[in-house]
């Protein structure tokens, strides 16, 4: 247990610690550090360009989070019933590969596929929508909705694995059950398969807003957070801010941000599992 | 072609003579004197992707046996960030690829090279060569005070064509000004070939290339260096730059570029290029040998031509930067490789084939060169710009954010037309300002 928390206070309290310190200088990672109070804090709220990456930070949950959890409760359900226990078994394998896959490969990946002479494009090209080809990561328009199919690539093998395994958990009986008092699949989800996976959707949720909150691998990787500013986030920010204009107390203050806005989004999806789990 | 450039370059060289002349001249260290006559094991910081640092100092183990070297190579964005703390640790690189030096001296992280300036005779040299490794010691302004860099060569950039697709086009000779350039532009874009492809993607703000370039068109290059090095008062966001930028953007919305310019890095520009899927490309000497390799007698180069013709030719030419660390444990040694690759008639052979650019050093040495290569040609057409006193700075390099953080996305936005001229030079008129009160 000792070296368990020695490792964790030093590995992650005392840099969250030293963070929240930084926060409130002015310092460029060499010379002695200025207090400045709350003046770092400020610039985050007012500052529109550090604004508006944490609202394309928001914009990513749709694309890591939503989709992921939606498409992947279709899929576990889909699965779940219809396929053969070997059909099931791949597909399952299939759709968790881009979790085995590096971040940064998969990035490199997408962007190829992404390009403007990438398979997406020549293959619409092929079906006769030549027109809306575009350099999907280059285009401004397209951009952030790229990267967060990028996401969604990724975590949707995640999401529907987790949620196999919890409706395996699911008493089959209450199913035969639900069949002799007449109900149909749609009733059957909704009454026992969606209140049966709470935990499993919580879970999925918490840790898909967490990536999306968090994203920088996949940015940095596929767009560098351009074009122009269309796809900055938060943690390319605070990247940028720390090592190329040496600002850490403003990298340190936007972190702390980012921070508490993720434990606020994580909050209630926790203290809402745990009174379920009460009850 | 050599004497013009031995010429131009001698005639900057008397000029720094002369404010240098105090400087005592005695016969400079010999490599035992600077590195020891014992093993020795240079600490190096590369940039990777470049071969020509590496075939240098393996050139120059092989004529000094006794020093090896142990050289980490990045990409120059993580060079970029780790600079700091690299030059401060304990293991302080005794030469280093440099980014944006500004910062790096203020914090007292790099040698000063006056010493090294007096005992090498440096005052021979061409001073234009040196002025961008210069700065106060706070960092700031640059170009002047002491010596804190040297540059391993020095480059040139301008703009290369493919020869099979001018011809293609009707192009008869090289643009001399500004609406032949124009011109020929249009009549590539008629004949279905792509005019332009420059990269703008990800991190890479490419059109600053042509930017620059027809900014020093239609004003005088010294403003823009003198925001470069941030001297009091400057200003980017000036009547000039602003024709320059309104020009580049009349070239976007004429679609003389490659549609997904914002979409293209560097690699995929260069891969673009030598497929030969665009006429012209806005970039540096540093291709020349390689282009020369791939394509041989397939590429010409050019000088961005003038607005009118017989007018002054500029570009953008930047020393290949590299400086000792503060805390060097060998910087003697590193000083005396620097000279070594400016001076030794290997070095010089190694710098030019390999590397491409003018290796730089006193104007009396040759630069050695293959006739009727495109190495011959951007070195040529360096002599033209050192002898018109066109040499800038690139605008990328004035502070060690405004690349990544202002130009880089208003290039983008401009390109995609999300943003008007005069706005781009506002909000990086703004950045600059803000990182200048903050000492990025």
Redesign the interface.
């Known amino acids: 247990m000792l070296p368990a928390l020695t490792a964790y206070a030093l590995f992650v309290l005392w840099p969250i610690v030293k963070t929240i310190k930084y926060a409130f200088y002015?310092w460029?990672?060499?010379?002695p550090a200025k207090w400045v109070g709350l003046a770092n804090f400020k610039t985050v709220f007012t500052d529109h360009q550090l604004l508006g990456t944490l609202g394309h930070s928001l914009e990513l949950i749709i694309f890591f989070s939503i989709i992921p959890v939606t498409l992947g409760l279709a899929v576990a359900t889909v699965m779940n019933r219809v396929a053969s226990r070997r059909i099931s078994s791949t597909a399952r394998a299939v759709l968790f590969l881009p979790q085995v896959v590096p971040l940064v490969a998969a990035g490199i990946a997408w962007s190829w596929v992404l390009?403007?002479s990438g398979v997406v494009n020549e293959v619409l090209k092929a079906i006769g929508l030549g027109g809306v080809t575009?350099?999907?990561?280059?285009?401004?328009g397209t951009a952030l909705p790229a990267v967060g199919l990028i996401g969604a690539w990724v975590l949707l093998g995640l999401c529907t694995v987790l949620l196999l395994a919890g409706m395996s958990k699911i008493d089959r009986a209450l199913y035969e059950a639900a069949q002799l008092d007449g109900a149909g699949p749609v009733r059957e989800f909704l009454s026992i398969t969606l209140p049966g996976l709470r935990n499993e959707i919580a879970v999925c949720v918490t840790v898909t807003v967490i990536a999306a909150l968090s994203a920088f691998d996949i940015v940095y990787i596929s767009?560098?957070?351009?074009?122009?500013?269309a796809t900055t986030v938060p943690g390319l920010e605070i990247?940028?801010l720390a090592?190329?204009?040496?600002?850490v107390g403003l990298a340190s203050a936007l972190a702390v941000v980012l921070m508490v806005i993720v434990i606020l989004a994580i909050l209630p999806i926790q203290l809402l599992t745990r009174k379920d789990g009460d009850s | 072609m050599l004497l013009v450039l031995a010429a131009v370059v001698a005639c900057a060289g008397a000029t720094f003579g002369a404010s240098a002349g105090a400087a005592k001249l005695k016969a400079p260290p010999t490599e035992a004197q600077a590195c020891g006559t014992k093993p020795v094991t240079m600490q190096a910081y590369f940039e990777t992707g470049f071969p020509d640092p590496i075939n240098l100092t393996k050139e120059f183990t092989r004529q000094y046996p006794n020093v090896k070297w142990h050289i980490r190579q990045d990409q120059f964005a993580v060079i970029?960030?780790?600079a700091?703390?690299t030059l401060?640790g304990p293991n302080a690189p005794d030469l280093m690829r440099l980014p944006q030096m500004s910062?790096l001296v203020?914090?007292h992280?790099l040698k000063n090279l006056d010493g090294y300036f007096k005992q090498y005779g440096w005052n021979k040299f061409p001073a234009s060569q040196l002025l961008q490794l210069r700065a106060g010691a706070s960092g700031r302004p640059r170009g002047v005070g002491s010596l804190y860099a040297v540059g391993l060569n020095y480059s040139l950039t301008g703009v290369f064509y493919n020869k099979t697709l001018a011809a293609k086009v009707g192009m008869t000779g090289t643009p001399q000004t500004l609406a032949q350039l124009d011109a020929l532009l249009a009549k590539a874009k008629a004949a279905g070939v792509t005019p332009i492809v420059q990269f703008n993607?990800?991190?890479t703000g490419g059109l600053l290339f042509p930017l620059q370039q027809l900014m020093a068109v239609y004003g005088p290059t010294t403003p823009i260096n003198n925001w470069i090095f941030q001297k009091p008062g400057g200003n980017i966001d000036t009547p000039a730059n602003l024709a320059a930028m309104n020009h580049l953007q009349q070239w976007i919305k004429a679609g003389y570029f490659n549609?997904?310019?914002?979409?293209?890095d560097y690699p995929t520009m260069m891969s673009k290029f030598e497929n030969g899927d665009g006429l012209l490309i806005f970039d540096g000497d540093w291709e020349s040998g390689n282009l020369d390799t791939k394509l041989p007698g397939q590429v010409g180069f050019f000088l961005m031509p003038p607005l009118k013709a017989g007018g002054k030719h500029a570009a953008m030419s930047a020393p290949l930067t590299y400086g000792i660390a503060a805390k060097a444990k060998h910087a003697d040694c590193a000083a005396f490789f620097s000279n070594w690759v400016s001076t030794n008639a290997k070095a010089r052979q190694i710098n030019v084939s390999v590397g491409g650019s003018n290796p730089g050093g006193p104007p009396s040495l040759k630069i050695p060169f293959k006739p009727g290569t495109l190495v011959a040609q951007t070195l040529a057409a360096g002599g033209v710009v050192a002898k018109e006193n066109g040499a800038m700075d690139f605008i990328a390099n004035a502070t060690?954010?405004i690349y990544?953080?202002a130009w880089?996305?208003?290039v983008?936005?401009l390109?995609?037309g999300?943003?008007e001229p005069p706005n781009v030079l506002k909000n990086v008129q703004s950045a600059y300002e803000q990182?200048l009160k903050?000492?990025?």
């Open positions: 002015s460029d990672g060499i010379l390009s403007s575009r350099p999907w990561l280059g285009d401004f767009t560098r957070g351009g074009p122009g500013y990247y940028q090592f190329f204009n040496r600002q | 970029t960030q780790n700091p703390l401060s910062g203020h914090d992280l993607g990800g991190a549609t997904d310019a914002n979409a293209t060690g954010a990544a953080q880089t996305p208003e983008q936005k390109f995609a999300q943003e990182e903050t000492g990025a």
